[in-house]
């Protein structure tokens, strides 16, 4: 009795936590392995993509996936806004979860930004976001690395 250092807890938490990735994100994860979502991107040439996107994964992630062309510069690390989507439709904007503080400030530096904007590696594939339609800005700003496109994973 008594002997727990403080700041110690019970649920046995390891000091080191494994990072895989720069990625960033303002909110958790959902998890449902092996189920999809439906999605549609309207690329910068008005063409549309409708892809599955498994549960748990970011629209960036889904649209390198899936071949369609979000630049993602700083590949999720909110350092960048070259990621920049408009939801098509504001019932599935409000379903999203509250864009942080980081978000909103690389938000500011996109190009074309409207009232339903939010950055691809931020937005969550989750049930209730089951046949989301998101538009690619005819152009971005990339104020990371210019010219720098991450490849595909
Ligand atoms: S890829 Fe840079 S903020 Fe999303």
């Given at each position: 009795?008594?002997?727990?250092?403080?700041?110690?807890?019970?649920?046995?938490?390891?000091?080191?936590?494994?990072?895989?990735?720069?990625?960033?994100?303002?909110?958790?994860?959902?998890?449902?392995?092996?189920?999809?979502?439906?999605?549609?991107?309207?690329?910068?040439?008005?063409?549309?993509?409708?892809?599955?996107?498994?549960?748990?994964?970011?629209?960036?992630?889904?649209?390198?996936?899936?071949?369609?062309?979000?630049?993602?510069?700083?590949?999720g690390s909110l350092a960048?806004?070259?990621?920049?989507?408009?939801?098509?439709?504001?019932?599935?904007?409000?379903?999203?979860?509250?864009?942080?503080?980081?978000?909103?400030?690389?938000l500011d530096l996109a190009?074309?930004?409207?009232?339903?904007?939010?950055?691809?590696?931020?937005?969550?594939?989750?049930?209730?976001?089951?046949g989301i339609r998101v538009?690619?800005?005819?152009?971005?700003?990339?104020?990371?690395?210019?010219?720098?496109?991450?490849?595909?994973?």
């Amino acid at each position: 009795m008594g002997s727990a250092l403080p700041g110690s807890s019970a649920s046995g938490h390891s000091a080191g936590r494994a990072v895989h990735t720069t990625a960033k994100l303002c909110s958790d994860v959902p998890s449902a392995p092996g189920e999809t979502i439906s999605v549609t991107f309207v690329d910068k040439d008005g063409l549309e993509h409708n892809v599955p996107a498994p549960i748990g994964k970011n629209l960036l992630e889904v649209a390198h996936d899936n071949e369609v062309d979000l630049e993602g510069a700083c590949e999720g690390s909110l350092a960048c806004s070259t990621c920049h989507v408009i939801v098509e439709n504001e019932e599935y904007y409000k379903k999203l979860p509250e864009p942080c503080e980081d978000e909103l400030d690389m938000l500011d530096l996109a190009f074309g930004l409207s009232e339903t904007s939010r950055l691809g590696c931020q937005v969550i594939a989750a049930r209730e976001l089951d046949g989301i339609r998101v538009r690619i800005p005819a152009a971005s700003r990339n104020f990371y690395v210019d010219g720098h496109k991450p490849k595909p994973h």
